[in-house]
Each structure stands twice: as C-alpha cells, then as structure tokens.
T-cell receptor, first 114, second 112 residues
Framework: DAGITQSPRHKVTETGTPVTLRCHQT?????MYWYRQDPGHGLRLIHY???????DKGEVSDGYSVSRSKTEDFLLTLESATSSQTSVYFC?????????????FGEGSRLTVL | GQQLNQSPQSMFIQEGEDVSMNCTSS?????WLWYKQDPGEGPVLLIA?????ELTSNGRLTAQFGITRKDSFLNISASIPSDVGIYFC????????????FGKGTKLTVNP
C-alpha cells in the first residue's frame, strides 16, 4: 500500500465549471500519474509527472492540466468541465529507479459533469 | 500508439472453474503486468513478468510472458467468489518515464 489519497472521492458539477482533483502520496515516489477509466476504454493516461514541476502529456490530455509543486501532491485540473469528462479518475505512483512499470493506484475519484 | 488487445472482454463462470485470459500486442514489451480491480477500488498489482518465456505463479494465479515478448496470459485455477473484478494486462517498455500501456480489461463474474 503506497499511501495514496485522492480527493474528493465523489463530485458532481455543472458544465463549464472548473474542477480540481488532488492526489496525495506519502511514499516519496518520484512518478505520479492521472488516468481516467471509462467503460469499453479501460485505463487511459491523461498526464504524468516524473518529478517536481516536471510533467508530460498522456494519450487523452486535451481539456486537462496538471501541476506538481511538491513530491507528495499531484493536481489534475479541468479548466471548464464538459459532459465527456464524466469518468472515474485514478491517481497512481511509481518509485524511481525500478524500471519495472509497477504502479500503485489510489481508490479513484468519481466525477459527474451535468 | 501502442495498443494491447485483451480478451475476453467478460467471463461468467461457476465457482471452482479455471479461468484463462490473454493479452496481445503488435509491440514488444520488456515487462508484462497483471492488475486486478475490485469493485469500487483502484487496480492492484497481481503479477509482474520480466523475462520472455517466464512463467510465474502467485497462489492460484499463473501468468506467462510470451516468448515473442508480444503477449501474455493469466490463468486462475479453482475460482472463488472473491475473484470477481476486472483484470487488466499492462505492458511496459523501459525508457525512464515508467509509462504503462493497459489493455481494456476482462470483467470476471463468478457464480457461487
């Protein structure tokens, strides 16, 4: 258990409003990721971070931004939420140097955009 | 981009039956991993495979890293109700970013 906490766990919002999801980890893992999970699509990478202030895009990054100002926190922001962003969002972490691809996942944040 | 084809998409089995699922790719991976997601939870790593041809067991689970490095399978023997969930395969190519490519998952239902 990598001590990953996501907040909020559930959120309902309206189209056009900004939303920020937070991921907090206590294991000092270097790498952090945001995935979204949708039926029929599995897990798709949105953005990831390979260190403080170092981030890069994943395969479905449009409409999302991220920030990582300290090792333990990785924020995902939807500047103007749309109904297509209704999904379950998972944060994951990996420790540096393993080279194995082993990720530890949080419990997920369910976002509904009306 | 890289894609993994995971099959079957779903399985409905009776308790005690064996289960087999697999993943194939057109790309080569250095590591194959299998995750399980319980309902309402995040995925948890079950097995990681690091060498082509490697066969690894974890209790009732057995997984193999295909010799071509483009496929992997997961077997579950003597299924029990708590095996219910979604199973994901994932492939990893070393390169420093620690990014995984995930299959779309196999949803397993076990009838008591």
């Amino acid at each position: 258990d990598a001590g990953i906490t996501q907040s909020p766990r559930h959120k309902v919002t309206e189209t056009g409003t900004p939303v920020t999801l937070r991921c907090h980890q206590t294991e000092n893992h270097r790498y952090m990721y945001w995935y979204r999970q949708d039926p029929g699509h599995g897990l798709r990478l949105i953005h990831y971070s390979y260190g403080v202030k170092d981030t890069d895009k994943g395969e479905v990054s449009d409409g999302y931004s991220v920030s990582r100002s300290k090792t333990e926190d990785f924020l995902l922001t939807l500047e103007s939420a749309t109904s297509s962003q209704t999904s379950v969002y998972f944060c994951a972490t990996a420790w540096s140097g393993s080279g194995t691809g082993e990720l530890f996942f949080g419990e997920g944040s369910r976002l509904t955009v009306l | 981009g890289q894609q993994l084809n995971q099959s079957p998409q779903s399985m409905f089995i009776q308790e005690g039956e064996d289960v087999s699922m697999n993943c194939t790719s057109s790309s080569i991976f250095n590591t194959w991993l299998w995750y399980k997601q319980d309902p309402g939870e995040g995925p948890v790593l079950l097995i990681a495979l690091y060498k082509a041809g490697e066969l690894t067991s974890n209790g009732r689970l057995t997984a193999q890293f295909g010799i071509t490095r483009k496929d992997s399978f997961l077997n579950i023997s003597a299924s029990i109700p708590s095996d219910v969930g979604i199973y994901f395969c994932a492939g990893h190519t070393q390169g420093g970013s620690e990014k995984l490519v995930f299959g779309k998952g196999t949803k397993l239902t076990v009838n008591p």
